[in-house]
Nanobody, 114 residues
Framework: QVQLVESGGGLVQPGGSLRLSCAAS????????MDWYRQAPGKQRELVAS???????NYAESVKGRFTISRDNAKNMVYLQMNSLKPEDTAVYYC????????WGRGTQVTVSS
């Protein structure tokens, strides 16, 4: 059973920073790409950042220049460093791992308050 556990969320003031972590366990097939998604109440889940096995990264335009995704392949972990946080970044953040489509953790809440 593949499991993903997100952590690191919390309450932060605008302009602050948080570092999210995601640990994958029960992995039997090596992970290729790892992603971070977020979902705010009443809104669609959106892809925030992705990182490939080679380290290639992609970011949503809304977070480019502020967020950095990284990974530790040996530990099957992915991280999201979030700087210059804005209230609109408030959401539950989830990680995912290819090829484990459809597997989600409980997410970690990020709240940016004015």
């Amino acid at each position: 059973q593949v499991q993903l556990v997100e952590s690191g969320g919390g309450l932060v003031q605008p302009g602050g920073s948080l570092r999210l972590s995601c640990a994958a366990s029960g992995i039997t097939v090596s992970i290729n790409r790892m992603d971070w998604y977020r979902q705010a109440p009443g809104k669609q889940r959106e892809l925030v950042a992705s990182i490939g096995s080679s380290g290639s990264t992609n970011y949503a335009e809304s977070v480019k220049g502020r967020f950095t995704i990284s990974r530790d392949n040996a530990k099957n972990m992915v991280y999201l460093q979030m700087n210059s946080l804005k209230p609109e970044d408030t959401a539950v953040y989830y990680c995912s791992a290819v090829p484990y489509y459809g597997v989600w953790g409980r997410g970690t809440q990020v709240t940016v308050s004015s």
